[in-house]
């Protein structure tokens, strides 16, 4: 059984230069056999209102589906650290909201820290957060819950101002008390300058491998949702096809019969009944 990591191991493991990961789970059965792979964090996202309730983008997704989708990942892996995101507009009417929202998901759901996205701007946020006891991961480059602001899914810090930016805004971020950042579609070269100008991990999705850590939905690199591949994403498994390929066997075999065979039944004599 593995052993669960904390916010001062992962600190320990940049300084070390020793890779980790993340993968999204949205409900117990996927956190339980992520439980029991060696990967050391699920991050519960907003993701799921994509993948998991049929949406078009991330900012329809609510504080309550959040909760409701944490709460069975944190009993399915309990050795693995959990982040529960931060849906779209519980953070950024107020700091004072931001609080009381990150506090719901914490006693609410269970899960071991919250994430939010933003840099330079949601600094007095995060740190606010963190004064009030609960640990931060911060999340920077494109953020899907403002790719309306961002143009679309486009990779960001193409050019030297936003790449400046993105610098700016890792340190900020790290100064304002968060322990990590995902930090997702930036060019591989801005990826590790950000992550030396900074002691906290970076958690790289589409950021090249010079960062601390990596993570992947699930869903894209299991080849489960088929509507959209990101280039960053490398499908180890095609369990979509897998379990297309059950099903239509199962239907094969009770349209022909031969499911359930005896095998698969219970076969009692009751006395009186041929």
């Not at 933003?118 to 931060?136: L, S």
């Not at 899914?153 to 610098?167: M, P, R, Y």
Request: glycine share 8%; aromatic share 6%.
């Amino acid at each position: 059984m593995k052993k669960k990591v904390s916010v001062l191991d992962m600190k320990k493991m940049k300084q070390e230069g020793k890779k980790f990961t993340m993968v999204t789970a949205y409900d117990y059965t996927s956190a339980s056999i992520v439980d029991s792979s060696t990967a050391e964090l699920i991050l519960v996202g907003d993701s799921l209102g994509m993948v998991m309730l049929g949406y078009d983008s991330t900012t329809g997704v609510t504080m309550e589906e959040m909760i409701h989708h944490i709460r069975p990942v944190v009993k399915g892996a309990p050795n693995t650290f959990i982040v529960g995101d931060m849906p779209f507009g519980s953070y950024n009417v107020s700091v004072e909201e931001a609080i009381k929202n990150s506090n719901r998901i914490m006693k609410e759901a269970g899960c071991d820290c919250i994430k939010l996205e933003g840099g330079v701007e949601f600094a007095d946020t995060i740190e606010a957060i963190v004064k009030a006891g609960i640990p931060v991961m911060a999340h920077l480059g494109l953020t899907p819950q403002t790719t309306a602001q961002l143009g679309g899914f486009k990779v960001q810090g193409k050019d030297l101002k936003t790449a400046q930016k993105l610098i700016k805004d890792i340190k900020a971020v790290a100064k304002a008390g968060a322990f990590a950042a995902v930090v997702e579609c930036v060019p591989s070269k801005v990826a590790k300058l950000m992550s030396e100008s900074v002691d906290i991990p970076i958690i790289g999705i589409g950021a090249g491998p010079d960062v601390d850590a990596q993570v992947l939905v699930t869903q894209d690199m299991m080849g489960m949702y088929d509507k959209f591949t990101p280039k960053f994403v490398k499908k180890y498994s095609n369990i979509r096809d897998i379990m297309i390929k059950a099903y239509d066997e199962f239907n094969e075999e009770v349209k022909e019969g031969s499911f359930p065979s005896p095998e698969y039944s219970f076969n009692i004599n009751v006395e009186g009944i041929e």
